[in-house]
């Protein structure tokens, strides 16, 4: 139930897909942090303390929304006064780069103040774990348990050092990929990369790991987001879409690659040289191709249940092992602390690298994909479609999000899911209902429909693969009007 303070009523804290989120000064208020923070570190150093080098030591970092480096400050000054040493981020940086930095210091963790993907009113906290990436579910449920309950500080204040997040990171990125060929492809002008940074994280990203100067689109910071959302979706990338296509009128002749970075840089989507919007549907298809078939890297390929049938497919035609996971990338990352791994992404754009930290990681992913195009001589769009080729595989993939207004809608879509599954979907019949997360329907004609509640946001969302867009968009309309009766 609702906490009520001062005829305020706070929503309960709770850790969703990847951490706790909410508005504000509504839900996400300095108070809660300050609570929440030191109890956070204290569950890190029971899970991991004996793990590693460092003992003692958390790591802060944060993105570029409203009032987050006040935030992140107040979490930092919190957790050392409970008594642990602190090494808080100079200035913003994407998320794996706070991810990275907990590997590379042998840390116990560490926090990050974002919200990712959010609207502009929602702040976050994610916890990282010991390993670099987004701990488990029995980590943050620890930290819920521990909030009714005072945490004795230790004997004396730890200590607050401020580091810089970029330089490390940037460094361990640059190792894992032929970095001069892309620099030279883009002197040259045979390569032209736009990166779309939604006002957020990737900030000179690109730049900073290419050593050259990128064209970069929603450069400047700005916690409204122009009145949008930090996703990578068609519907927020407007510039994006027309400064490639100008671009292709000027330069028809150069490779032409847009990337959409998220707003803490951890999820990516592109588009390509006709100018047409790629999802990581699009993506990991790709990154499978170049990274197990032109790098010769070894290991399974992880993907949740709402991607691409492309993806087993490509597994298939190349005999890579396949595991599926919920969505949810800390499912990826639990998978990948045990298992050699290839890739393993989600639809929403997060994707990581068993040669890498356990954590998604847009910037990487840019780099891997730059690569695969100057390798290859091929754009974006050429590439999938040569994939499309090897495995007869012609389906296209939207999804949509609806808004739900209050928990009370939220529960009459759960109780008829649960007690009137739809055994037609837009007058198909269902031949399977799959529930590993969500309600994931498989059609007659091979494509599907899956329902799902967002573990971040009061949305709920609707994914979708057919033979085409039309098929698709019938499909989706079919279950908009099935959520709205």
Request: net charge negative; with cysteine; charged share 20%.
């Amino acid at each position: 139930m609702p906490v009520t303070i001062d005829s305020v009523q706070f929503k309960p804290i709770q850790f969703g897909t990847d951490g706790w989120r909410g508005v504000i000064a509504a839900d996400f208020t300095f108070e809660r942090v300050i609570q929440v923070a030191p109890l956070a570190a204290q569950v890190l150093a029971n899970h991991f303390g004996e793990t590693v080098q460092q003992k003692n030591l958390i790591i802060v970092g944060y993105d570029r929304r409203f009032l987050a480096e006040k935030f992140a400050l107040a979490a930092a000054e919190a957790v050392q006064a409970a008594g642990f040493d602190v090494l808080l981020a100079q200035e913003y940086s994407p998320t794996p780069a706070i991810s990275w930095a907990v590997h590379a210091y042998n840390a116990l963790g560490g926090l990050v103040l974002t919200a990712s993907h959010n609207p502009a009113p929602y702040l976050g906290l994610k916890v990282k774990g010991a390993f670099g990436g987004s701990v488990t579910k029995t980590v943050t449920q620890d930290i819920e348990n521990l909030l009714t309950e005072d945490i004795t500080p230790k004997t004396a204040p730890g200590t607050l050092n401020q580091f810089d997040p970029w330089a490390s990171y940037c460094q361990e990125l640059q190792s894992k990929v032929k970095i001069e060929p892309i620099r030279a492809a883009i002197s040259s002008g045979q390569l032209h990369v736009l990166a779309d940074v939604m006002h957020g994280a990737a900030a000179t990203g690109l730049q900073r790991l290419l050593g050259i100067e990128i064209e970069e689109i929603n450069s400047n910071r700005d916690p409204l987001f122009e009145g949008g959302a930090p996703e990578p979706l068609p519907k927020y990338i407007p510039k994006l879409f027309r400064r490639i296509r100008e671009v292709g009128t000027t330069q028809p002749d150069a490779l032409r690659v847009g990337f959409v970075f998220d707003g803490d840089s951890d999820r990516i989507a592109a588009v390509d040289a006709q100018g047409n919007f790629c999802s990581s549907q699009v993506l990991i298809p790709l990154l499978i191709e170049h990274l197990g078939q032109r790098k010769g890297f070894k290991g399974e390929i992880i993907k949740t249940v709402s991607g691409s049938d492309l993806i087993p497919r490509l597994a298939q035609l190349y005999n890579i092992p396949l595991h599926e996971t919920p969505i949810g990338y800390k499912y990826i990352g639990e998978r990948m602390l045990a298992n050699e791994v290839l890739i393993g992404g989600e639809e929403s754009g997060g994707i990581g690298y068993g040669t890498h930290i356990p954590e998604r990681d847009a910037l990487l992913s840019a780099l891997f994909v730059l690569e695969a195009v100057v390798e290859s001589g091929k754009n974006i769009g050429d590439l999938y479609r040569t994939l499309q080729e090897k495995t007869a595989f012609q389906f296209v993939y939207d999804r949509l999000d609806l808004p739900l207004p209050n928990m009370e809608v939220r529960q009459k879509l759960v109780d008829r899911l649960e007690q009137d599954t739809p055994q037609t979907v837009a007058g198909q019949a269902v031949l399977d209902c799959q529930t590993t997360d969500g309600y994931k329907f498989r059609l007659a004609d091979r494509s599907w429909l899956l329902v799902r509640f967002s573990g971040t946001e009061p949305v709920l969302r609707l994914y979708c693969e057919a033979a085409n867009y039309g098929e698709v968009k019938k499909i989706l309309d079919w279950a908009k009007t099935w959520a709205n009766e």
